[in-house]
């Protein structure tokens, strides 16, 4: 029993013990004795007892949670040691698996693999992972097949593997399948040292293994025996030609056996040749099938030992000599042809003849038998002026060479110069070469001719004649007329049908003839009545060919012909030459103003050289002696003024070079004074004439002539004069501080000069007017001239048969082209 001195406590104090004494198992008992002692009322230690045990909670939970602190944070402490050494594994292991000595593929369910780490570049393996996967875009076929297949059953059944993969171009590697309880992983890593040269030899022995196989393959299809020896001369191989020449059943037992093909004579010279160290090639003969049959055998040396191979040629040997007799037999029968036959080989060299050949041509035996070229003979058939005249003689030649490049015959027609005509077929031969045949076409073709002539008499010349024309018989009666004679006389096609006479005529033709001849000049009154005497006319002297012109009513004019045929017939023509007559008269009128627009350019052309060039000589003159020191001293404005005269003197000189220079040629008078053109010198002079000018305005000047060569034949004066006028041009368009190219080159038979300039170029539109003469375009230029200078050149360019060409591009800079024949050319010639 709690006894509790009667003291005066504090009141905290006070209150705790009657707390203390309220949860105490004495109960109220004791809370009476507290209430009794400390003076402190029930509810109050009621009070005071909830307040001790929520204060005494209070402390147990602080302490509670203070140690649970402590807990935590010992247990934060190893957590953060235990995540910070696996941090340091996972980087170590990741520095592992991102090594470039090998590469990981994780697998985790069905998608797509987790790639790891890179293989070294001398792999060959792409770095790129879709690349990777793709292994058949990287890795030769069967490899990628192999590692497909295995890649799948390790996913599909757990079934591990270890490949050797050899790239054709890399270093091998080595590709190896694990699982790791749900995961599938594949580890690739190159091979190094002797895992990696022995996996280099296994990939070599399978690959060399392979091409034995199939060489061996290839041998057994072939019909010719193959065989195989080592170094002591032992058959080791042979293929199923081989055998069965033998009548071995299989190589296995022939190897065994070592039956020989060949002759021990033979196989002995072999061996001696191969000895030497050299390949043997010889034909030999054996015994295959009871039959001896003739063999090209070729046994060649190597590392192992021999190899040879047995090419059967005695079909080729007998069809050669079925053939020799059959071109023999042959030769003979066409030695008997009235047909020259003639066969060149592909080299174009005659290898045979016939006996019309040379007779056609009129060629010696000694000749033929040196087996010329076919070149050689036309050349020494045309020196005898036999072949035709027709066309030139290297188009002659080009089309011989043709038929010798074509794949089907050709047939032409040969006109001698001698009248004779051939028809040549040329048929080219499947061995190379062309057969010719030359058929004298003359006896045919003339009598062919003579017959059509006869043909055509009362056919369709008649009809499709312009000209009118009428046969009439002996007895003065028509025997055949075309449709322009019924138009002509206006005479009705049922008449003409009933064969009138020639009196009847006059009656029966709507169109007569006038009265008045005066008309036609040169035309004789003429009638029906002279037409029907020329007809029904007996007497030979009467019976000659006469002709001239008649005027009929409706005012045309006809030229008549009477002509005497065969069996007393008589042929009556007439032409209509009324538009002729016209024109004739026209151009006589024509004729006349061009001669008199010629005789007013020939004066003009002298009434300028008198009128100006004196003119202007006497005032160049002048001007040099006013600048003679004899005359006194000048001023320096005097000096200037005697500078432009010169200058506008010159100008006007030239231009009136020009014209008269223009003048001449459109006169057709010019003449080309032609020689060997000094390339450099003319090109020198051509330059220093204009090299002020171009220094003047600070442009500088590049000549290139080294591809042109030295000469060419032209007119020097006309070229240099072509040269200076096309610096002149770009001269004035090139701006200042450019440079002006003046190059030449010798090009497929020409001499071609080329001016550039960096100006601004030509408008595709003004291209084709730059030439027309007084064409004078100043935009971009330095000053407007006469328009004449391009037009010189285009004319004395032409004169020689050149060309000229312009170029020009949008970016700006021109380029002229004059281009001369490199072979001499008659003024003559040209001016055609």
Same mark, same amino acid.
């Given at each position: 029993?709690?006894?509790?001195?009667?003291?005066?406590?504090?009141?905290?104090?006070?209150?705790?013990?009657?707390?203390?004494?309220?949860?105490?198992?004495?109960?109220?008992?004791?809370?009476?004795?507290?209430?009794?002692?400390?003076?402190?009322?029930?509810?109050?230690?009621?009070?005071?007892?909830?307040?001790?045990?929520?204060?005494?909670?209070?402390?147990?939970?602080?302490?509670?949670?203070?140690?649970?602190?402590?807990?935590?944070?010992?247990?934060?402490?190893?957590?953060?040691?235990?995540?910070?050494?696996?941090?340091?594994?996972?980087?170590?292991?990741?520095?592992?698996?991102?090594?470039?000595?090998?590469?990981?593929?994780?697998?985790?369910?069905?998608?797509?693999?987790?790639?790891?780490?890179?293989?070294?570049?001398?792999?060959?393996?792409?770095?790129?992972?879709?690349?990777?996967?793709?292994?058949?875009?990287?890795?030769?076929?069967?490899?990628?097949?192999?590692?497909?297949?295995?890649?799948?059953?390790?996913?599909?059944?757990?079934?591990?593997?270890?490949?050797?993969?050899?790239?054709?171009?890399?270093?091998?590697?080595?590709?190896?399948?694990?699982?790791?309880?749900?995961?599938?992983?594949?580890?690739?890593?190159?091979?190094?040292?002797?895992?990696?040269?022995?996996?280099?030899?296994?990939?070599?022995?399978?690959?060399?293994?392979?091409?034995?196989?199939?060489?061996?393959?290839?041998?057994?299809?072939?019909?010719?025996?193959?065989?195989?020896?080592?170094?002591?001369?032992?058959?080791?191989?042979?293929?199923?030609?081989?055998?069965?020449?033998?009548?071995?059943?299989?190589?296995?037992?022939?190897?065994?056996?070592?039956?020989?093909?060949?002759?021990?004579?033979?196989?002995?010279?072999?061996?001696?040749?191969?000895?030497?160290?050299?390949?043997?090639?010889?034909?030999?003969?054996?015994?295959?099938?009871?039959?001896?049959?003739?063999?090209?055998?070729?046994?060649?040396?190597?590392?192992?030992?021999?190899?040879?191979?047995?090419?059967?040629?005695?079909?080729?040997?007998?069809?050669?000599?079925?053939?020799?007799?059959? =071109? $023999?037999?042959?030769?003979? /029968? *066409? #030695?008997? %042809?009235?047909? +020259? &036959? @003639?066969? !060149?080989?592909?080299?174009?060299?005659?290898?045979?003849?016939?006996?019309?050949?040379?007779?056609?041509?009129?060629?010696?035996?000694?000749?033929?038998?040196?087996?010329?070229?076919?070149?050689?003979?036309?050349?020494?058939?045309?020196?005898?002026?036999?072949?035709?005249?027709?066309?030139?003689?290297?188009?002659?030649?080009?089309?011989?060479?043709?038929?010798?490049?074509?794949?089907?015959?050709?047939?032409?027609?040969?006109?001698?110069?001698?009248?004779?005509?051939?028809?040549?077929?040329?048929?080219?031969?499947?061995?190379?070469?062309?057969?010719?045949?030359?058929?004298?076409?003359?006896?045919?073709?003339?009598?062919?001719?003579?017959?059509?002539?006869? =043909? $055509?008499?009362?056919?369709? /010349? *008649? #009809?499709? %004649?312009?000209? +009118? &024309? @009428?046969? !009439?018989?002996?007895?003065?009666?028509?025997?055949?007329?075309?449709?322009?004679?019924?138009?002509?006389?206006?005479?009705?096609?049922?008449?003409?049908?009933?064969?009138?006479?020639?009196?009847?005529?006059?009656?029966?033709?709507?169109?007569?003839?006038?009265?008045?001849?005066?008309?036609?000049?040169?035309?004789?009154?003429?009638?029906?009545?002279?037409?029907?005497?020329?007809?029904?006319?007996?007497?030979?002297?009467?019976?000659?060919?006469?002709?001239?012109?008649?005027?009929?009513?409706?005012?045309?004019?006809?030229?008549?012909?009477?002509?005497?045929?065969?069996?007393?017939?008589?042929?009556?023509?007439?032409?209509?030459?009324?538009?002729?007559?016209?024109?004739?008269?026209?151009?006589?009128?024509?004729?006349?103003?061009?001669?008199?627009?010629?005789?007013?350019?020939?004066?003009?052309?002298?009434?300028?050289?008198?009128?100006?060039?004196?003119?202007?000589?006497?005032?160049?003159?002048?001007?040099?002696?006013?600048?003679?020191?004899?005359?006194?001293?000048?001023?320096?404005?005097?000096?200037?003024?005697?500078?432009?005269?010169?200058?506008?003197?010159?100008?006007?000189?030239?231009?009136?070079?020009?014209?008269?220079?223009?003048?001449?040629?459109?006169?057709?008078?010019?003449?080309?004074?032609?020689?060997?053109?000094?390339?450099?010198?003319?090109?020198?002079?051509?330059?220093?004439?204009?090299?002020?000018?171009?220094?003047?305005?600070?442009?500088?000047?590049?000549?290139?002539?080294?591809?042109?060569?030295?000469?060419?034949?032209?007119?020097?004066?006309?070229?240099?004069?072509?040269?200076?006028?096309?610096?002149?041009?770009?001269?004035?368009?090139?701006?200042?501080?450019?440079?002006?190219?003046?190059?030449?080159?010798?090009?497929?038979?020409?001499?071609?000069?080329?001016?550039?300039?960096?100006?601004?170029?030509?408008?595709?539109?003004?291209?084709?007017?730059?030439?027309?003469?007084?064409?004078?375009?100043?935009?971009?230029?330095?000053?407007?001239?006469?328009?004449?200078?391009?037009?010189?050149?285009?004319?004395?360019?032409?004169?020689?048969?050149?060309?000229?060409?312009?170029?020009?591009?949008?970016?700006?800079?021109?380029?002229?082209?004059?281009?001369?024949?490199?072979?001499?050319?008659?003024?003559?010639?040209?001016?055609?």
């Amino acid at each position: 029993m709690w006894i509790f001195e009667k003291r005066a406590y504090p009141a905290p104090q006070r209150f705790g013990w009657a707390a203390v004494a309220f949860l105490l198992p004495a109960g109220p008992a004791m809370a009476a004795e507290i209430e009794e002692r400390l003076g402190i009322q029930p509810n109050e230690v009621l009070y005071l007892a909830l307040f001790a045990i929520a204060i005494g909670a209070a402390m147990l939970a602080a302490v509670w949670l203070v140690r649970e602190r402590a807990l935590v944070a010992e247990e934060n402490e190893r957590l953060k040691a235990e995540l910070a050494d696996a941090r340091n594994d996972a980087e170590r292991r990741a520095t592992l698996l991102s090594q470039d000595d090998q590469r990981l593929l994780v697998y985790a369910g069905h998608g797509q693999p987790e790639v790891l780490g890179t293989l070294p570049t001398a792999t060959g393996a792409p770095a790129d992972e879709r690349r990777f996967l793709a292994y058949s875009d990287w890795l030769p076929r069967e490899a990628a097949e192999a590692l497909e297949g295995a890649v799948e059953r390790l996913r599909g059944v757990a079934e591990p593997f270890r490949l050797s993969i050899d790239q054709l171009n890399g270093q091998p590697f080595e590709a190896v399948g694990r699982t790791h309880g749900a995961l599938a992983i594949v580890r690739f890593s190159p091979l190094s040292g002797l895992r990696e040269e022995l996996a280099r030899l296994r990939a070599d022995h399978l690959r060399a293994r392979a091409m034995i196989d199939t060489m061996q393959s290839l041998c057994d299809a072939m019909s010719m025996p193959v065989w195989l020896r080592d170094r002591e001369r032992r058959l080791v191989w042979m293929n199923r030609a081989y055998c069965a020449a033998v009548d071995a059943p299989d190589a296995e037992k022939a190897t065994e056996a070592q039956v020989e093909f060949l002759q021990e004579q033979d196989r002995a010279a072999i061996a001696h040749c191969l000895t030497e160290g050299t390949t043997y090639r010889e034909r030999l003969t054996t015994v295959v099938d009871a039959d001896r049959r003739n063999f090209s055998v070729i046994e060649a040396p190597g590392p192992f030992g021999s190899a040879g191979v047995a090419v059967d040629v005695s079909e080729a040997e007998a069809v050669r000599r079925e053939l020799s007799q059959t =071109v $023999r037999s042959h030769s003979e /029968t *066409l #030695d008997h %042809l009235t047909t +020259a &036959v @003639a066969r !060149f080989d592909e080299k174009t060299q005659l290898t045979y003849h016939n006996a019309a050949f040379a007779k056609l041509f009129d060629l010696s035996a000694a000749y033929l038998d040196k087996a010329p070229d076919h070149v050689s003979i036309l050349d020494q058939l045309r020196s005898r002026g036999v072949l035709p005249e027709d066309r030139p003689l290297r188009d002659l030649k080009a089309e011989i060479l043709a038929a010798y490049r074509a794949t089907e015959p050709t047939d032409a027609l040969w006109h001698l110069a001698d009248g004779r005509t051939l028809r040549v077929f040329a048929s080219p031969q499947p061995t190379g070469g062309t057969t010719w045949i030359y058929e004298d076409l003359t006896e045919k073709l003339a009598l062919e001719s003579r017959l059509n002539a006869l =043909v $055509r008499l009362q056919g369709e /010349t *008649l #009809d499709y %004649l312009q000209e +009118a &024309v @009428a046969v !009439f018989g002996q007895d003065g009666r028509l025997r055949l007329s075309n449709p322009a004679f019924s138009e002509m006389w206006g005479l009705a096609g049922e008449f003409l049908a009933g064969k009138p006479h020639i009196k009847s005529l006059k009656a029966a033709a709507s169109i007569g003839i006038a009265a008045e001849q005066g008309g036609a000049e040169g035309a004789l009154p003429i009638d029906w009545t002279t037409f029907g005497r020329a007809v029904t006319a007996f007497e030979e002297g009467a019976r000659e060919a006469t002709g001239g012109e008649v005027v009929l009513a409706d005012g045309t004019i006809h030229r008549y012909g009477i002509v005497p045929l065969p069996n007393g017939q008589t042929m009556l023509t007439f032409s209509d030459v009324s538009d002729a007559r016209r024109a004739e008269q026209m151009l006589v009128q024509r004729n006349e103003a061009l001669e008199m627009a010629d005789r007013i350019k020939t004066d003009f052309v002298q009434h300028v050289n008198y009128e100006l060039r004196s003119p202007l000589t006497n005032i160049i003159g002048f001007s040099a002696l006013l600048r003679s020191p004899e005359t006194g001293p000048l001023t320096e404005r005097q000096s200037e003024y005697l500078d432009y005269i010169a200058t506008s003197t010159s100008a006007l000189m030239t231009i009136v070079n020009d014209i008269l220079d223009l003048a001449t040629i459109d006169a057709g008078i010019m003449e080309l004074e032609l020689s060997d053109v000094d390339i450099a010198a003319t090109t020198e002079h051509a330059t220093d004439a204009i090299r002020d000018r171009l220094r003047e305005h600070e442009i500088g000047l590049k000549v290139d002539i080294a591809g042109a060569g030295s000469t060419f034949r032209a007119d020097e004066h006309r070229v240099m004069q072509v040269l200076f006028n096309l610096l002149s041009n770009a001269a004035n368009f090139a701006p200042s501080g450019s440079v002006v190219t003046l190059s030449a080159t010798r090009e497929k038979g020409a001499v071609a000069f080329r001016v550039r300039d960096e100006g601004p170029g030509i408008a595709p539109d003004q291209v084709t007017k730059i030439f027309e003469r007084f064409e004078s375009n100043p935009v971009g230029g330095r000053h407007s001239g006469a328009g004449l200078g391009l037009s010189i050149v285009k004319s004395f360019v032409e004169l020689h048969r050149g060309t000229v060409e312009v170029q020009s591009g949008p970016e700006g800079g021109t380029t002229i082209v004059c281009r001369f024949p490199a072979e001499p050319v008659a003024h003559r010639e040209a001016a055609e």
